[in-house]
Each structure stands twice: as structure tokens, then as C-alpha cells.
């Protein structure tokens, strides 16, 4: 009679070992779903560095692509075109006001 109740009580623990990890699957899923949600939800200070980053690096190329024009307006002005040089002025105002936007390296004075 022992034998039996214990090769029932082994065919029931292995039975049921499924059950109960589908029923941990169950209860931690809500707090999976809810610790993705506030994952998504925010932003990591590395990504915000990195975005920062991005930002920089596209205000500074559009700089370096405003110079390159500035300087074949004005050349083109200094040859007797007007377009050319009323195109070079726009050219600089629209470099003047994104100046400002580009923080300034430190000087080393080492």
C-alpha cells in the first residue's frame, strides 16, 4: 500500500510541475507587462546623451554645408553677381542664427 501511495505522489508531483509553472507565468506576467511599459515609457540618460549627441553632430553639418555655400556665393559675388551676393547674405543670417545652437569646444591651455 506504501508503494502505491508513493508512485502516486511521484506521478502527481510530475503532473503538476507543468501547472505550476504556468501559474508563476501568470503571475509575474503582470508585473513583466507593467515594468516593459514604464521601460518604453522612459528614456535612459544614455539615450538622451546619445539623442543630444545625434542633434549636435546634424546642427554641425548643416554648419559646415552653409559655409561651403556662403563661400561659393561670395566668391561668385566678389565676379559681379547681385543674386549672388543677396543669396551669400541669407546664407550667413542663416548661419548666424544656428551658431549659438553649437556649444563652443573649451580652450587647453596646457
Do not use: H, N, W
Not at 27 to 34: F, L, S, Y
Request: aromatic share 2%; glycine share 8%.
Amino acid at each position: 500500500m506504501r508503494a502505491l501511495s508513493f508512485i502516486m505522489l511521484a506521478v502527481a508531483g510530475v503532473s503538476l510541475s507543468g501547472c505550476l509553472s504556468t501559474v508563476a507565468d501568470v503571475v509575474t506576467a503582470p508585473v513583466k507587462v507593467g515594468s516593459k511599459a514604464v521601460d518604453l515609457a522612459t528614456t535612459s540618460q544614455s539615450e538622451a546623451d546619445e539623442k543630444r549627441g545625434r542633434d549636435l553632430r546634424k546642427r554641425e553639418e548643416e554648419l559646415g554645408k552653409l559655409e561651403r555655400r556662403y563661400g561659393k556665393e561670395l566668391r561668385k559675388c566678389q565676379d559681379g553677381s547681385r543674386k549672388a551676393c543677396g543669396d551669400a547674405q541669407e546664407t550667413y543670417r542663416a548661419m548666424q542664427e544656428l551658431i549659438p545652437t553649437i556649444p563652443v569646444a573649451p580652450d587647453s591651455d596646457d
